[in-house]
């Protein structure tokens, strides 16, 4: 079974500042997704950025990036000039490639990460 | 473009009494929906999923249901509400055949009293 693990229940950065978010996952599968979701408080889900793990190039969103390291299993997301806006949990999630119905597209996720923005 | 939109937004419900929570997705057809429960400082678990009309899968048993009476509506129930119920739960949808991420809604936050 895959699992998804965020290791940082809770971090904080100074605004304008970068800060990078840890994910390890744990798969037997070699073709897969991963995605970063941001959940304000809101509690709306909204996806923050995506990598297919055929690709080599780590993903980029604007101020957001990924560092893929498929070997070790790790995908981290980097905010860089980090602003009030981007105080959310933050979930990691995987999902396997494939066409095997709708199972195949379920997500699992991390426990999250609490970011606080400092002004 | 597709919307999906969830309803209630809150809904505070005594123990025992039955839930009806509501799903529908607009702007495409034959979607794969799934509903989810975030506990509070948890993340997202699977209850349920469906890649068709009355086609319904469980992955956790529990007291709840699902259905899918029409393509794009989804809908989750219970017949007697535990505490253990209470949570936010995110309704979601990916287009079939699709490599593209879920989409989510805006989530219902039930409380048990």
């Known amino acids: 079974a895959q699992t998804v693990t965020q290791s940082q229940p809770e971090m904080s950065v100074q605004e304008a500042e970068t800060v990078t978010l840890s994910c390890t996952y744990d798969?037997?599968?070699?073709?897969?997704?991963l995605f970063w979701y941001k959940q304000p408080p809101s509690r709306q889900m909204i996806l923050v950025i995506r990598?297919?793990?055929?690709?080599?190039q780590n993903a980029t969103e604007n101020r957001f990036s990924v560092n893929f390291q498929k070997a070790a299993k790790s995908f981290s997301l980097k905010i860089s000039d980090s602003q009030l806006g981007d105080a959310a949990m933050y979930f990691c999630?995987?999902?396997?490639?494939?066409?095997?119905?709708?199972?195949?597209?379920?997500?699992?996720f991390g426990k999250g990460t609490k970011l606080s923005v400092i002004p | 473009s597709q919307t999906i939109h969830q309803w209630p937004a809150t809904l505070v419900q005594p123990v025992g009494s039955p839930l009806s929570l509501e799903c529908t997705v607009e702007?495409?057809?034959?979607?794969?929906l799934y509903w989810y429960r975030q506990a509070a400082g948890r993340g997202l678990q699977l209850l349920f999923y469906?890649?068709?009309?009355?086609?319904i899968s469980s992955e956790v048993p529990q007291n709840l249901s699902a259905s899918r009476p029409q393509d794009r509506q989804f809908i989750l129930s219970s017949k007697k509400l535990l505490l253990s119920d209470s949570g936010f739960y995110l309704c979601?949808?990916?287009?079939?055949?699709?490599?593209?991420?879920?989409?989510f809604g805006d989530g219902t936050r039930l409380s048990i009293l």
């Open positions: 979601a949808w990916t287009a079939t055949h699709s490599n593209q991420p879920q989409h």
């Open positions: 798969t037997s599968e070699s073709d897969y997704y």
């Open positions: 990598q297919e793990a055929y690709k080599q």
């Open positions: 999630a995987y999902r396997i490639m494939g066409d095997s119905g709708a199972g195949s597209y379920q997500l699992t």
């Open positions: 702007g495409t057809s034959n979607p794969n």
């Open positions: 469906s890649i068709g009309i009355d086609q």
